[in-house]
């Protein structure tokens, strides 16, 4: 039995009993008028208690359940963060409207009866308004005034708070793709990861997929996820933070990131350009990737195998260690061949760098 159908049954007894003891006070007060016969005492109670069962069974959960549902979605997207500074700032608001209360009640009536609490409507409002605006400098000056550990690991403790300081939301394609947990022991991701429940629910779909592909890609993340648990140097929470009336992923991961003023990791080309389009930062593992790649000039020698025909008649393909393609010109005839080139032109594309290449001037001219 769900609680909603229970609160129903409830609503409706307490809701026909007040419409019983209404309808037979109305009946006893009922009296003919110009000899007009009226609704007898018995008739009344039926009918007020029969209306009364249906508002009950009809409004009871709308002044119950549905408020109560409400306010555990809305304190279930708030951050913990959150929570603390709008409980510090409402009690801060009830100390000064208190403190308030006497000089205003010493005005004359009617003020001195309604401003005291016109008072702590306002002050508790203001306290949590700005206490919220201002959470992340209130966070800022609690880790200065109490910081964590002792002297002696002083150092320690304070890089462990500043990386506790930041959270970044992780997309399911990044988890899938491997390179996070690489990337997390560099050190280069100061903040710890923030896995919510909804991302794991769609990884655990994608492992359980009747496509091998997609089951291996997320059996790998799972992997993925389980290593950089193990890490004792990477912080990695899984949070039950949900976003109602949403069903996508990526929306709900916007919206989580606005909520939460977090960044996103993900390499996710689409959700990277709605995300940026809504205000949110984004950490592309792509882009990164990109960045770290080695830059060559036009006019550097490079030494490498040419290991397949390229598209146009008499080029040749190769790779770089780190994955970057290079286009060879006239290179078709060094197949299978380590061949020393150089760069003529470098071309970035969302998709990653691209070097084209022509075979050195000295072997080039021995081999005409």
Known sequence: MSSDFLIRLIGMIAFSIFGVYWGSSLGHLAVPINGMETFNVEQYTFTFGLVGALTGLVLTPYITTRPIRGIKSLLGRLSPQQLFAALAGLVCGLIIAALSSFPLSMLPKPLGEVLPFVGVLVFSYLGVSVFVMRQNDLYAVWHGVFPRGN???????????????????????????????????????????????????????????????????GRRGMEVLAQLQKEPTIPVRITDIDVEGIREVDDKLIT?????????????YNLNRVAELQGVTILNVNELANAVKSVLLPGELLNIRVIQEGKEAGQGVGYMDDGTMVVIENGQRNLNQQLNVVVTKVLQTAAGRMIFARPEERMYSNQE
């Open 151 to 217: 002297v002696e690991h002083g150092s320690e403790s304070s890089g462990s708070g500043w990386a506790e300081s930041r959270t970044i939301l992780l997309d399911t394609s990044v988890i899938i793709d491997g390179r996070i947990a690489d990337i997390a022991r560099t050190g280069f991701l100061p903040g710890s990861l923030l896995i919510p429940r909804f991302v794991l629910n769609e990884l655990q779909y994608i492992a359980d997929s009747a496509d091998s592909m997609r089951r291996q890609r």
């Open 256 to 268: 989580l990131a606005r909520q939460l003023r977090s960044p996103i990791l993900t390499n996710d």
